[in-house]
């Protein structure tokens, strides 16, 4: 089956391709089955530096095998991470590598040993955290990017097919013992989900395999369709919102996809399921004059049949608050694991009595917020005048909000009904910074 994609690719067998290169079982397999096939291999093998044991002993195994088998041996070691999203981050530094690698040896192919176990995992988790059409088809046995063309020639084959390689040529390998921890996701699909669905269907990722085609011919299509009526509606950031109901619902959206990923270009990982959403709220708004603020200060102001975007200006703003944030004032947000104090700097809240996500805002006229301690509500505007809250710094001051827009805390200044002590059940600590 591999050879299939090869010769659909029509690969001359002396061109260089760099092979992505762990020292697991799938990798090791890749690189004994494309050896018939090419002359100039080059791996490139990434030590994630996460603390894991056994990731030196990695790095070695692969570098004595590439001098065994007479392959070019190029390695990267990720030396830090910025505290959020670490596998998004693990990506891009991972395909950073991937390309440099590439130019310097003047390859266009990059082959990875993804398998069909491997897409199965992908489209269930996926589909649990409730991702777009778009993510959802998992990934392409062909991905074509600018300069070169990322290779999975395994989606048809099963990890135990490959095991079941590797022990029938003697290929040696090394083992990840992160992937037996249930702590993730991914391993709970894999040990327990995916063999449930195999004992239905033997060769349930050629399914999945089948599913993932479909998903993707249904996306370029989708994508095809939008980019010509984003072109049209969209230009000089604002958005013609004339008409827009006539639009289907998936078009619709897709625009909305299309333009925010054009403006946040490689920050991807700041947006959310939930700004699309807002987004087609604000353009559902009747009301002309209402904005949103996105992360990074991005400003996106409703003007009757238009949609603005552009950066923040002012001292108003709402932002989304689903991780660790800088404000406006120059103050944070955080969530913090452990916290000793009680202080107004920091918030303990029960997930089951507010609804998600939280907001971060600046004041409305008629804020209230119903105070801890107290029988009843009392205006924003008098609590900051109780609390000595310069004047100057009012407009400006962050207020908490959950989705409904019930106001849950005032950081630094006062905590609500909803705070709970450190001897109550809470989900979430904030503090303010």
């Known amino acids: 089956m591999i050879e299939e994609t090869i010769r659909k690719l029509k690969i001359d067998s002396k061109e260089p391709i760099v092979i992505a290169v762990s020292g697991g079982p799938d990798s090791m397999a890749l690189l ?8 100039n291999i080059i791996c490139a093998h990434v030590h994630h530096n996460t603390g894991r044991v056994g990731q030196d002993e990695d790095e070695k195994f692969v570098k004595d095998y590439c001098k065994k088998h007479h392959y070019t041996f190029e390695s990267m070691k990720i030396e830090d991470y910025d505290k959020n999203n670490f596998h998004n981050q693990a990506h891009k530094k991972r395909y950073h590598f991937f390309e440099i690698i590439m130019k310097r040896y003047h ?27 778009e993510a959802l088809h998992g990934f392409s046995e062909i991905s074509k990017k600018n300069d070169y063309t990322i290779v999975r020639p395994l989606l048809k084959y099963t990890k135990e097919e490959l095991l079941k390689y590797n022990v029938q040529n003697n290929i040696p390998y090394q083992i990840d013992s992160s992937n037996d921890k249930d702590v993730y996701t991914r ?89 699309i959403e807002l987004l087609e709220n604000l353009i559902m708004n009747v009301k002309s004059g209402t904005k949103l603020i996105f992360p990074n200060n991005l400003v996106i102001k409703k003007e009757y049949r238009k949609i603005l975007f552009g950066e923040q200006k002012g001292t108003s703003y709402e ?17 913090v ?36 301690g107290l029988n009843g509500s009392k205006k924003i505007k008098e609590i900051f005048i109780n609390s000595k809250v310069p004047e100057h710094t009012r407009m400006s001051y962050p207020i908490v909000t959950d989705k409904t827009g019930k106001i849950v805390w005032l950081p630094g200044v006062k905590k609500s009904k909803f705070d709970k002590t450190k001897e109550e059940k809470y989900d979430i600590i904030l503090r303010y910074y």
């Open 319 to 335: 932002m989304i608050l689903e991780h660790d944030i800088r404000l406006p004032n120059g103050h944070e947000i955080r969530f």
């Open 337 to 372: 694991k452990e916290e000793e104090s009680d202080s107004n700097f920091i918030c303990r809240l029960k997930k089951e009595e507010i609804e998600f996500p939280l907001f971060v805002r600046t004041r409305k006229e008629h804020d209230k917020m119903e105070v801890k």
């Open 107 to 133: 390859s266009h192919y990059l082959f990875t040993a993804h398998h069909g176990d491997d897409l199965v995992e992908t489209m269930l988790f996926r589909m649990m955290r409730g991702s777009t059409i």
């Open 32 to 39: 004994s089955l494309l050896d018939s096939y090419f002359e």
């Open 187 to 275: 391993n709970r699909i894999r040990k327990n989900i995916l063999p449930f669905l195999k004992k239905e269907h033997r060769n349930v990722h050629l399914k999945f395999l089948k599913l993932s085609q479909e998903l993707e011919q249904m996306e370029r299509f989708i994508q095809k369709e939008a980019q010509k009526e984003k072109e049209v509606r969209f230009c000089s950031n604002i958005l013609d919102i004339s008409c827009w109901n006539h639009l289907e619902k998936i078009i619709a959206k897709r625009i909305l996809q299309l333009i925010l990923s054009d403006i946040y270009k490689e920050k991807q990982e700041l947006l959310e399921t939930i700004h």
